[in-house]
């Protein structure tokens, strides 16, 4: 069955460094998403991308993220400048269309701000 | 006011018992609803999704559906010790794809 791919498992990073998380939606999906789980806390939703442009963004998604598809098969969440309050789960998701018969999500990147 | 509530847990059942999780929210807007088990560490994994009033059924598991009460639950029938996860809801509301989830039910289900 196909999988939605995200790298690295797990990423140590220093406060105020940037930092790439890497996701590989399934192949003939369009529509892309990134959601996050700090410890203890409820997955969050972040942006959804599609048509080479964001959809949709919470408030949490501010000017230190960003998105990008910069090929046909990745697609990209950069924050530039981490902050602790980062360190979380990130999940990539994706899906074919709009009808909504719900997300798989990737195994996820634990992200750690030291 | 919180979107979508769950009573956090954790709630023990024996094997073999059914397990029954309840999820409440808030927006009337509310249209689809789904049912997502997550193991510790671990990304949540889509039990199931339902959009009509009523009942689902899919193999030990059952989705109900009541929009005028606004809740929805999941039953799980023959409990397994691998049923042992927290469970998630989530809904998205009208005019938007976003999934708004709940805080999770953690179920134990004891051997």
């Known amino acids: 069955e196909p999988e939605v791919t995200q790298t690295p498992s797990h990423q140590v990073t220093q406060m105020g460094q940037e930092v790439i998380l890497r996701c590989v939606p399934i192949s003939n999906h369009l529509y892309f998403y990134w959601y996050r789980q700090i410890l203890g806390q409820k997955v969050e939703f972040l942006v959804s991308?599609?048509?080479?442009?964001?959809?949709?963004k919470s408030e949490i998604f501010d000017d230190q993220f960003s998105v990008e598809r910069p090929d046909g098969s990745n697609f990209t969440l950069k924050i530039r400048s981490t902050k602790l309050e980062d360190s979380a789960m990130y999940f990539c998701?994706?899906?074919?269309?709009?009808?909504?018969?719900?997300?798989?999500f990737g195994s996820g990147t634990r992200l750690t701000v030291v | 006011q919180k979107e979508v509530e769950q009573n956090s847990g954790p709630l023990s059942v024996p094997e073999g018992a059914i397990a029954s999780l309840n999820c409440t929210y808030s927006?009337?807007?509310?249209?689809?609803f789904f049912w997502y088990r997550q193991y510790s560490g671990k990304s949540p994994e889509l039990i199931m999704s339902i959009y009509s009033n009523g009942d689902k059924e899919d193999g030990r598991f059952t989705a109900q559906l009541n929009k005028a009460s606004q809740y929805v639950s999941l039953l799980i029938r023959d409990s397994q010790p691998s049923d042992s996860a927290t469970y998630l809801c989530?809904?998205?509301?009208?005019?938007?794809?976003?999934?708004?989830f709940g805080t999770g039910t953690r179920l134990k289900v004891l051997a």
């Open positions: 991308f599609y048509n080479n442009e964001i959809s949709e």
């Open positions: 989530a809904l998205t509301t009208s005019g938007t794809y976003k999934y708004i």
């Open positions: 927006d009337r807007g509310s249209q689809s």
């Open positions: 998701a994706s899906t074919k269309d709009r009808t909504n018969y719900g997300y798989t």
